[in-house]
């Protein structure tokens, strides 16, 4: 970058800065964003009211009703009016599209078995449950803990913002240390999916029911809701890509994807609640952090902006390791009889993520362009 694209640069950060200094401080309680639980839902309701019964009977007990084909009765490629009506209408109130997404499946799914307990997988449960037994349950709650381990980057996130609207580097360079050390827990409680989850029922069962019918081969005509249309609609099964962390670490480092990439993860964000679309929203109209560090000349802004950049990278390497357990070491101890009495996904889901994607090409090619952002000397 040459000096008239600095000072340009400079200018126009001024002006935007300007702009924001309004606004701050920017916080999380306008989305609706919890300071101790970030973008999970603090405490969600495992009742109810006693209208809600005949529902929460079903909730109860889909393991069972599922595994016996109860649930299955009239649902083939069509859902039941007397389903489709209420839970459309729902989705349309919440603002997310009537299938299970990342919001219902792991941020609004779980308690505290005691309540004054720690929020530790010891003292977790989940609210509803779906076929998949205890590797089911651990790889909500080992999700729901990623997710809480990112709770200090959400608040340095915030930090970081108001920091350059503030031109303070020394509180920047606080907030970009915290966000580095946050990204670094993600990574650990990731790494407890091993203790808790089985690749075999991961891949044989727990995937099907996250598999959504868009992008899906096995289902490539989606799915009519009787009542609502009589053309199918399709609609992505729950994703990591549903998740605001990474969203919003992404736009605050100014991590840029390659086309195809960004398409689908814009998508992704149709799958989140509106406040939290909202937020990325915010973040994105913020000044650049990384225009801001370019542009200060500080050598330990820019290494610390690069620590955070490379743990980011290393997060969703690990997530890439992840994957290659649960979807191809599953699928081989699912052939071999691990689980011979169950049918397994249909083969056209073998490469591919419940968000509809190819799953590899995807998580590296993201992985690769998230350390593209790192700031090399030349810069």
Same mark, same amino acid.
């Given at each position: 970058?040459? +000096?008239?694209? !600095?000072?340009?640069?400079?200018?126009?950060?001024? *002006?935007? @800065?300007?702009? $924001?200094?309004? #606004?701050?401080?920017?916080?999380?309680?306008?989305?609706?964003?919890?300071?101790?639980?970030?973008?999970?839902?603090?405490?969600?309701?495992?009742?109810?009211?006693?209208?809600?019964?005949?529902?929460?009977?079903?909730?109860?007990?889909?393991?069972?009703?599922?595994?016996?084909?109860?649930?299955?009765?009239?649902?083939?490629?069509?859902?039941?009016?007397?389903?489709?009506?209420?839970?459309?209408?729902?989705?349309?109130?919440?603002?997310?599209?009537?299938?299970?997404?990342?919001?219902?499946?792991?941020?609004?799914?779980?308690?505290?078995?005691?309540?004054?307990?720690?929020?530790?997988?010891?003292?977790?449960?989940?609210?509803?449950?779906?076929?998949?037994?205890?590797?089911?349950?651990?790889?909500?709650?080992?999700?729901?803990?990623?997710? +809480?381990?990112? !709770?200090?980057?959400?608040?340095?996130?915030?930090? *970081?913002? @108001?920091?350059? $609207?503030?031109? #303070?580097?020394?509180?920047?360079?606080?907030?970009?240390?915290?966000?580095?050390?946050?990204?670094?827990?993600?990574?650990?409680?990731?790494?407890?999916?091993?203790?808790?989850?089985?690749?075999?029922?991961?891949?044989?069962?727990?995937?099907?029911?996250?598999?959504?019918?868009?992008?899906?081969?096995?289902?490539?005509?989606?799915?009519?809701?009787?009542?609502?249309?009589?053309?199918?609609?399709?609609?992505?099964?729950?994703?990591?890509?549903?998740?605001?962390?990474?969203?919003?670490?992404?736009?605050?480092?100014?991590?840029?994807?390659?086309?195809?990439?960004?398409?689908?993860?814009?998508?992704?964000?149709?799958?989140?609640?509106?406040?939290?679309?909202?937020?990325?929203?915010?973040?994105?109209?913020?000044?650049?952090?990384?225009?801001?560090?370019?542009?200060?000349?500080?050598?330990?802004?820019?290494?610390?902006?690069?620590?955070?950049?490379?743990?980011?990278?290393?997060?969703?390497?690990?997530?890439?390791?992840?994957?290659?357990?649960?979807?191809?070491?599953?699928?081989?101890?699912?052939?071999?009889?691990?689980?011979?009495?169950?049918?397994?996904?249909?083969?056209?889901?073998?490469?591919?993520?419940?968000?509809?994607?190819?799953?590899?090409?995807?998580?590296?090619?993201?992985?690769?362009?998230?350390?593209?952002?790192?700031?090399?000397?030349?810069?």
């Amino acid at each position: 970058m040459d +000096k008239f694209d !600095v000072t340009s640069t400079m200018g126009d950060m001024e *002006a935007q @800065n300007m702009k $924001l200094k309004n #606004s701050l401080p920017f916080s999380l309680a306008k989305f609706h964003i919890s300071e101790d639980y970030g973008f999970l839902l603090p405490d969600p309701l495992k009742e109810l009211s006693h209208y809600y019964m005949p529902w929460m009977e079903i909730a109860n007990n889909l393991p069972l009703m599922i595994e016996s084909h109860q649930l299955r009765v009239r649902v083939d490629k069509v859902l039941p009016r007397n389903l489709a009506l209420p839970f459309v209408e729902v989705s349309q109130t919440l603002g997310i599209p009537p299938i299970l997404v990342h919001s219902d499946f792991v941020l609004s799914n779980w308690k505290k078995k005691d309540p004054d307990g720690p929020l530790e997988i010891r003292n977790l449960d989940i609210i509803v449950s779906l076929p998949g037994g205890e590797s089911l349950k651990g790889f909500i709650l080992v999700t729901l803990l990623v997710e +809480k381990a990112a !709770v200090p980057g959400i608040k340095a996130l915030t930090q *970081a913002i @108001n920091a350059v $609207l503030q031109s #303070s580097e020394e509180e920047l360079l606080q907030a970009l240390k915290q966000l580095r050390t946050s990204i670094v827990e993600m990574i650990k409680a990731l790494r407890q999916m091993h203790d808790y989850v089985d690749p075999a029922i991961f891949y044989a069962v727990i995937r099907i029911f996250l598999s959504g019918w868009k992008d899906n081969p096995a289902i490539p005509e989606g799915l009519i809701y009787e009542g609502v249309s009589e053309e199918p609609l399709k609609y992505s099964g729950g994703s990591a890509a549903q998740s605001t962390v990474f969203h919003a670490f992404d736009e605050l480092l100014g991590v840029c994807h390659s086309k195809e990439s960004t398409a689908f993860l814009h998508r992704m964000r149709e799958y989140m609640p509106p406040s939290h679309r909202a937020f990325i929203e915010e973040i994105h109209s913020a000044p650049s952090l990384r225009e801001y560090i370019l542009s200060s000349g500080s050598y330990l802004l820019r290494e610390t902006y690069n620590q955070c950049v490379m743990a980011l990278a290393e997060l969703r390497s690990y997530h890439i390791n992840i994957v290659a357990k649960y979807v191809l070491t599953g699928a081989t101890k699912a052939k071999d009889g691990g689980l011979s009495s169950l049918p397994g996904p249909p083969q056209a889901l073998e490469e591919r993520g419940t968000g509809g994607t190819a799953v590899f090409n995807f998580l590296k090619s993201v992985r690769d362009t998230t350390m593209e952002g790192i700031i090399k000397q030349c810069d």
